[in-house]
C-alpha cells in the first residue's frame, strides 16, 4: 500500500473513532450497559466533536491504522508467495512428473540457493501464466 493511500486510510480512521465517541458521548448512553442506545446514538447521525474524548479516540483509531500499515511494510519480506515445502524425498525426474501433472511449467532443480552448500536442493516452477 503506498504511503498517500495509509495517509487516508488514517484520516477515515480518525474521523470513523472521532464520529462515534462523539455520537455517543452525545447521547450520554453507556455503550457497555445499553449498546442498543449506543448504536441509535450513531445511527442518529451526531455532528464531530473537538472535545477530548472523541480526539482521542480518531487519534487512536488513526494510529491503529498506521501501525498496520506499518507493520505490513516489515512483514513483506519475510514471506514468499507460493512457496512449498514437502516432507517426503522425491527424485527431481519424479517430482517434476508430478508438478507437471498438476499445471506447473519450467520447472527446475537448483542448488545454488542461500544453503545450497549444506545438501540443499530447491526446485523453481511456475504455475500456469504467473
Not at 455503550?31 to 455532528?47: F, Q, S, V, Y
Not at 508438478?99 to 544453503?115: I, K, N, S, V, Y
Request: charged share 20%; with cysteine.
Amino acid at each position: 500500500m503506498r504511503w498517500q493511500a495509509a495517509a487516508a486510510l488514517a484520516a477515515a480512521a480518525f474521523a470513523a473513532g472521532d464520529f462515534a465517541a462523539a455520537a455517543i458521548a452525545a447521547s450520554g448512553a453507556n455503550p457497555i450497559l445499553d449498546p442498543e442506545a449506543a448504536m441509535a446514538a450513531l445511527r442518529a447521525g451526531r455532528a464531530f466533536s473537538t472535545e477530548a474524548l472523541p480526539l482521542c479516540a480518531g487519534t487512536a483509531c488513526a494510529c491503529a491504522a498506521l501501525l498496520a500499515w506499518a507493520r505490513s511494510l516489515g512483514s513483506k519480506g519475510a514471506r514468499r508467495d507460493g512457496e512449498e515445502h514437502t516432507e517426503y524425498v522425491y527424485t527431481f525426474e519424479a517430482l517434476r512428473t508430478l508438478m507437471e501433472r498438476e499445471g506447473f511449467t519450467d520447472t527446475a532443480l537448483r542448488r545454488d540457493g542461500p544453503q545450497g552448500a549444506a545438501g540443499r536442493q530447491f526446485i523453481i516452477s511456475k504455475r500456469g501464466n504467473d
